[in-house]
Structure formats: C-alpha cells, structure tokens
C-alpha cells in the first residue's frame, strides 16, 4: 500500500471524492437496508420541501431530506438557512395519513386531507404536522420512511451494529479521505462510548495499521472493526462446546442448550436452530453452527431473556374479569403535569398502544353543548369528549383484542351528560357493552376472551343491574336522580371542599350504559361482602389502599376475589408522580392505576408485569389471590401449598453500546448493573456490581449474585444500568424489567429500554441465570 501524505483541509477535488464518498455511504447504507435502488427511499434521500403546520397562523415551508446513513432526517428553513435540526428515524412512533392529529383537524381545512401527514415522537417528543404539495408526494413521504423504520427495525443485532460503527467512523473521518488516522481514531471511540488510554490506542492503532502509513484504509478499517466487535465472553463459551473440527455440529449445540440453557430439547431442534440462523452456507450443508451463526442466535428470540412461550397470550382468558391484574392509567388524557400540562387524544394513542386497557375520562360542560375532558379546577387544556372516544375507537386493539374499559370522571350536567352517551353509543356502536351478556341476570363478571373488542363503561348507575330483567321493569318518571358520590377521582375536589359527601344528577341515557362496572362507596368489608354485587366496585385512592393492604391484607385479598378494585394516585401528586404498584398487586388489586405519561421504575414495573400473555393487558392472578381459603402471614407469604422457594443465581457478565447520557462528546458512561427483584416484603431486594470507568460500548464485569425468592408468581425482576457518579445521584442508562416466572435459564441478552419504555436499539446486557428450588 502506497502512503499518501495526509492534507489538513478539503481541495477542490476533495471536494469531489468528498461527494462521491457521500454516493458511496448512501448505496452502502441503503444495501444494509435492503432497500438499494428503492425509489421513494431516493425519493427522502433527494429530499423536499414540506409545510410544517404549528397553529393557524404559522405555517412554513421547511426542507426535509433523509441523510447518507438512512436512519437520520434532517430539515432547515430554505429562507435563513439557519434552524437547522436532525431527529433520527428510529425516534419515530407513527407515521400518520391524512388530517388525524388535533393540529391538522384544528389548523387546516378538508382540502389538504391527501396532502397531511403526520410524523409522531416516542416519548414527549412534540411531533411534526407536514402538508407535501401532492397526494402522490405525501405518499412518496410516508411510504419511504414506514420502509426505513420496518427495515431498521428488522436489521439483525450485528448488522445494528454495523450500520452504527461504520457511521460513526465516517463522522470521525474529518477530512473525508476515507483514511482513518490516530487523532481520529480516538474520536470514533468517544463517540462510540470508550475511553483508552494513549498507551493502548497507540497499541490498537499500529496493530491494525499493516501498512505503517500513519493512518487506516480499507482492509486495515475491516480489520479495526473486527478487533472492536470481538465479544470475548462468546469465544469462550463458543469454545466449551464447539468441539468438531472447531464448529458447532448440532449435537454440540444440544449438549449446551442441555447442560447451559437446561432447555428439554432433540437434534432435530438443534437442526432447526442452525437452518435458522447460520449464516455461513458450507456450515449450514453440514450442519453445523459457526460462532457467528452461534452470537445471531443468541441475539434472536430463542437467546433472549424472557421466555419466548409467555410473548403470546399463554393464560386461561376464560376466567372472570376480577381474576386479572388489567393494566390502568390514570387521567389518562395527560401529556405532562396535573396543573397545567395539555391535554390530548395521543395521551389516549400512546397509552391503548402500550396495551393500557382501562382509561379514564374526567369530563366536564364544555362550550357549545359538548362536554370536554380536561382536569377541573387546574389550567390543564381541554378536548372535547366525541374526539377522545374516536381516537380511542380507532386504536383501543391494535395491540390487544381484550376488553378497553373506559372509566368515567362524570362532572357535566344532565344535558351533556346525554350528549356523553350519544358519542358512545353512535361512535362504539356494537362494540359497547349496554347490556349483560346472555338472555339471564348473570351471577359472576365476564372474561376477557367473552368480552373480545369490546367496551366497558366504568361509572354510575341509577338501578340495579338486576331489574333489567324484572317482568315489569321500572322507569324514572325524571331524566335524572340525586345520588351520593362515591370517592373515585373527586379527592382533589374533596380536599377543597368542608364535606366530603356530594350528590350528583346522572342521566338516564347514561346511566344505562353502565353494566358491569357500577361506581359504588366503599363502606367496609363486612358491608361490600353482604352489599355489594358482583358488578359494583369501589375505587380506592393510593394511601387508603397501601393501609388496607398492610393492615388487612387478608380481608383485602378476600374482597378482590369477588370485586374488582381500582386504586388511583393521590391528588397531591401534581407532577404526575407515581406510587409503587407491586404492594395493590399483592394484595389481589385489579385496576392499578398509573399515571402513564410519566417515565418512572414504577411505571417501569407495570410494564415489566403486563409484558408477558401476549402484552394484552390482562394476566392472570396467581391461584391463591382467587381462593377464599388462602390466608397470609404477616409478611405477606401465602400459608400453605402455594409457598414455592426459589434460588435465583445471576451471573453479570458484560453489557454492549450502552448510549451516552451527556451530550458531551468527552463524557463517557461508568456503567453499575443492579438487580432489583420486586415482590412480597420478604422478596424485595437488591444488589449491584462495582462500576467500570469509562467503558459504555463493551464493559465487562462477571460478578455473581444470588437472591431467595419466596413467591416467584408475584416477583418481578429489574435490571438497571447507571452511569455512577461518586459526587452525587447515578444517572439511568437503561433498564429492563420482567416477571421472574418468565425468565430463562442460561445465557442471555438482556434488551434495554429507555425511560420511556422504549428499546435501546444495539443496547445490551449479557448475563447468566439459573432458578433452582431452594434448599
């Protein structure tokens, strides 16, 4: 290879093969893709202007284009020249047709309906309202970036990988020469999350710089790329079982999948792992795995942590509603803040996507005779009632089929009241439940698998369900009646007011569509046991609960075997903040309500929880929380056959391409793993590994951790990485949650999410674990 000295700034010519590179990166990048000559992906590539709408008086004309490494969009205002913003499409939740966000309802006319498109941010992200100047361009928009989000997404880990590493080395390629020198070098690390010192990047660079140029070209770059990406801790396991002729052959493979991941497997599901994964087609003819074709294992749903037979809905679906834990927001309709946060239908969209399926209205008297949903007596926004219930027609199953109960704060008057029920009835239609299935008064709640998209409506009811079926059902001679309110989501409004008894006047119309969730007071067990019907249920504000739940646990228990129960965050809680889920969960809580919009470990924890049975929503309780005869001691252990103790080994081993937390490009992560396991009292612990300094690409720990697990069906396991800080708090990186009847044993990776709940794409952690029954 011939040396070539190196010039401190871009030429003309440079300038040229500058370009040309850019041609290069952007064919590499759309091959990796899959997408290489697709013509709406050179359509975004080209770019375009497009209308950004903000309010009816500021729309402007913006220009947009998808950069050469196909995963970041990039927009400027072609007047100034200045604003000029990126967001990467792997940020991107939706990309929605038409006129469909409140922005473009409000702001524009039916006219542009073909042109609209919406692209929507995963978290808080505030998203973009477009309008493209035809029909056929605002298909040529969305059709290209679904095909870019589908194929990012469907990328393997290492081809993740790959397509990361490659543009970040293009990034630290300042002067565009595609030669890599030392200085550089030590740039791509940072950026990639790795400090070295000068002695070992010295070390790295002149073993990988063959020619003795001073700087890495080509093969010189596969070979840095090599180094960089070798996962020691697979060699080794690689070796232990590679044992014909220094491959895999599918009776090594199922003396590990044996002896390490103690799965009961046969050769033939040995074969069928290698068919699936192998890359390599020599090793593939002969049946045999390669330590590539081993790592894209490992990688896929088989190597992952959480057992791939609870990722469907596994669970007896048959049972009453009030056997399940059902995932719940609170104030549902809340982007931010209790005070004056906005109000929105995507807090609906973001929620029933996450598979929320009980959501609450707080509505009130709007203008114009339409009742809206804001929160009384605070400056949060409004929207109206009938856009809410849209939206929530629209997407309550399209992440699960399983009953959306729709828990109504009722604050309107009568008039609105009946213009409530209308929207429902005309825009749910059949899909409402408004009246009790079957020709007979019922003696027991539902279940889900009857209830099948459909919808249940939470709130009061004037009568008792049974005189639906009276031979001479009675009728109001009034539209409205007084009756005494119950607690449920008038706590704020109690705290301002001497009394806390109210009356409410409820509409007829309304009142009937009420079924099988019947708002009523708690007054006791002893009075819910002789009183209550199966369809009424009370809710239960978080400090109430929390007491019930440690001082009459038993009682508790018993009352949510035959009850539905909801909980709800107290009314100081004005940040949105949330309470610890697991203790309700515990004590047999059904509807668990959360404030969703808030990145939290608590709400980290309801969706660890709700992860397994297909995430819909819905999991069944553990045996004895629907059992009359089950009594618990007092440390919340079931007393009797239902104690199972577990020995749970965890083995940390190494983590890979952690993200940053500063945007600094010298900040580099101290990464702590801790293992938290969440769960009765007696279960509740944690442990944590020492921190590797300035290592977030591949740190590696290898530190062993051991945890008694009393009862394992109410248990959840989080782990959590942090970048530590000695000086003050450690600052999240990711982490993961996940039942601990759903983990497996052996090698796994550990996928990581954001504070939104959202995945780290290429993020990882890689551990060991084994379940044994305790001693």
Known sequence: MQCVRRQPARTKSQESLYRAQMKTTSRNNMKRLGLEGDGELQFLMNGGDLVKVRSGSWKKTRYYKLQEDCKTMWHESKKTLKSKQTFSVEDIDEVRTGRHTEGLRKYTEDSVEGRAFSILFKGRQKGLDLIASSEEEAKKWVGGLEKVISNIKNLTPQKKTEHWIYSCLRKADTNFDNKISQKEMKSFLQDINIEVDEDYAEMLFQKCDKSKCGFLEGKEIEHFYEILTQREEIDVIYGEYAKTDGLMSAADLVNFLLNEQREDVSQNDALQLIEKYELDENAKAKQQMTKDGFLMYLHQLEGLIFNPAHKGVYQDMNQPLNHYFISSSHNTYLLEDQLKGPSSTEAYIKALLKGCRCVELDCWDGSDGEPVIYHGYTLTSKVLFKDVIKAIQEYAFKTSEYPVILSLENHCSVEQQKIMAQHLISILGSALVTKPLGDQMPTCLPSPEELKGRFIVKGKRLDKLEDMFAEESKTAEEESVTEEEDDEGDEEDQEKKSSKTKSLKLAKELSDIVIYCKSVHFRGFEDSRDKQSFYEMASFKEGKAVKLAEESVNDYIRHNIDKLSRIYPAGLRTDSSNYNPVPLWNAGCQIVALNF????????????????????????????????????????????????????????????????????????????????????????????????????????????????????????????????????????????????????NGYHHVPLLNKNGDHLSSAGLFVHIMVVDAE
């Open 597 to 744: 919009q808030t990145p939290c470990p608590e709400m980290d924890l309801n969706q660890g929880l709700f992860l397994q049975n297909g995430q819909s929503g819905y999991n069944l309780k553990p045996s004895y929380l629907r059992d009359r005869d089950t009594k618990f001691d007092s440390m919340t252990l079931p007393d009797g056959p239902w104690l199972k103790n577990k020995t749970l080994h965890v083995m940390v081993i190494t983590a890979q391409q952690l993200p940053k937390v500063s945007k600094r490009k010298s900040s580099i992560v101290d990464p702590i793993v801790k293992v938290q396991i969440y769960g009765v009292p007696a279960d509740t612990a944690a442990m944590e590994t020492l921190y590797i300094e300035n290592n977030g690409f591949n740190p590696m720990w290898n530190e062993n951790f051991q945890f008694d697990v009393r009862v394992p069906d109410l248990a959840l396991v989080r782990f959590l990485i942090e970048d530590y800080d000695s000086g003050s708090n450690n600052e999240f990186i990711g982490q993961y949650t996940l039942p601990f009847n759903s983990l497996k």
